[in-house]
């Protein structure tokens, strides 16, 4: 398996950290596709819905070089889900008009993705979920019905997890379930997205 390795120049920025929280009031829906240029999304990712005009998604792989930043350990307000990925755990992440065509995606909730160092991990909206919701990170995010996440290592030998900016979209309102596979293992999560989920 090939592991690529990230540049960062430092660990856990909390102004990141609120990022990631969506408490920032500066992080918009617009956050995850327009801020300052990025390498493109590898060629392995397929068309961004918005721009095929066919409101359908398929697969897409972020890559290293999308990571915004390595951390120690996850931010607070987040929990670890399988062994490699972690998580907002709020009762509710917040979703806002996104204005875009696919009507998958009308709403946008705005938080990011903490994947462990050298881990190769795959989320997929929940079966059934297909023409209903997407999820995407990276700059600019490709809003996809599943996303891998490619085995990536931090220069920093101290860094155990990576994070990488988007999010979820979805139709309306409602309790978004989320396959995860690593190593082998699937792990399944609910978030409140706009809503909370039923306890």
Not at 92 to 103: L, R, T
Not at 110 to 115: A, F
Not at 129 to 136: L, N
């Amino acid at each position: 398996m090939e592991v690529t390795r990230v540049r960062t120049s430092r660990i856990l920025s909390w102004s990141l950290a609120g990022c990631l929280l969506v408490t920032s009031a500066a992080c918009s829906a617009d956050d995850a596709g327009q801020e300052e240029p990025r390498p493109p999304v590898p060629a392995t990712s397929l068309a961004d819905p918005d721009t095929t005009g066919s409101g359908q998604a398929g697969d897409a792989v972020v890559s290293c070089s999308a990571a915004v930043e390595a951390l120690r350990e996850p931010p607070d307000g987040y929990r670890i889900v399988g062994a490699d990925v972690a998580v907002p755990d709020r009762e509710v992440i917040e979703a806002q008009e996104s204005e875009k065509p696919d009507p998958a995606a009308r709403l946008f909730a705005k938080w990011g993705l903490v994947v462990r160092v050298g881990a190769v991990v795959d989320l997929r909206v929940g079966p059934g979920w297909e023409d209903r919701a997407r999820v995407g990170w990276g700059r600019p995010a490709v809003l996809a019905v599943s996303v891998q996440v490619q085995a990536c290592v931090p220069d920093d030998d101290q860094a155990r997890w990576l994070a990488f900016v988007g999010g979820t979209w979805v139709a309306q309102p409602t309790c978004l379930p989320l396959t995860i596979r690593s190593q082998g293992r699937t792990s399944q999560v609910r978030l409140g997205i706009g809503v909370a989920c039923d306890t």
